[in-house]
């Protein structure tokens, strides 16, 4: 994979070292332009993009592959021995969630910390329930139960209460915090391509002419080859 990348750049810089030499003929500068205006075309497209709407692309490009793979995965069944297709509706699911988070963060992380806000209440609102049946049901002592050996069912109600709030209160935190790290890794990763690309982009069309022809003549005869070379000896 990593050579395939080093074999583009050293093409594409070959092309931008060789231009005057490949213009000479009718086909070469024919060709010339086209790849110069894909080339502009994709420089402006990235220098101005809004990152927001390409995330929400890419979401939407997940669950639609979500929904076309596990129809396929119905329709044809799943394969004997299992194989990479039985994965892909899970594979792309993961990926509309993760991207889902990603896209609507501050809504998605107010949902993770509101599991703190149960695991605070709900030890109160299970007592309170306690006291208003007369603890008929008891229930405060069965979410008490399996804390028996450290004595909480010992103490107080109120104390109980308070002692299993603050645990699953910390329970929770850790949850949410997990939970939040988890689904932002590959949104955050795809962020950091987009904006690594706009950056790249941006530096590219401020580049004068001849300033970027030095620099695909130094990376096409020097720092290319030592790269390929050093990837072709397992050192990169």
Known sequence: MLLSILVFFHI??????GESSIRQTPEGRKSLDVLSGAGLFFLKWRAYADYKKELIGLRNICGITTIIFTTLLFIIGPTDPPSLLNALPMLFLTLWSTMQFGTNFKKSVREQFSIVGIMLIGP???LGIDYLTNFQFNQFQTMTSPFRPFG???????????????????????????STLLFSMIPLFFLFLMVTLTTLSKSALNTPPKTGKNIALLYCFIIGPILMALESKGAL
Do not use: K, R
Not at 12 to 17: D, E, K, M, P
Not at 155 to 176: K, M, N, V, W
């Open 12 to 17: 594409i810089s070959g092309l931008v070292a």
């Open 124 to 126: 109160w609102l299970i």
């Open 152 to 178: 909480i069912q010992n103490l107080e109600y109120y104390q109980a209460a308070i002692i299993i709030s603050l645990l699953g209160g910390f329970i929770g935190i850790i949850i949410a915090l997990l």
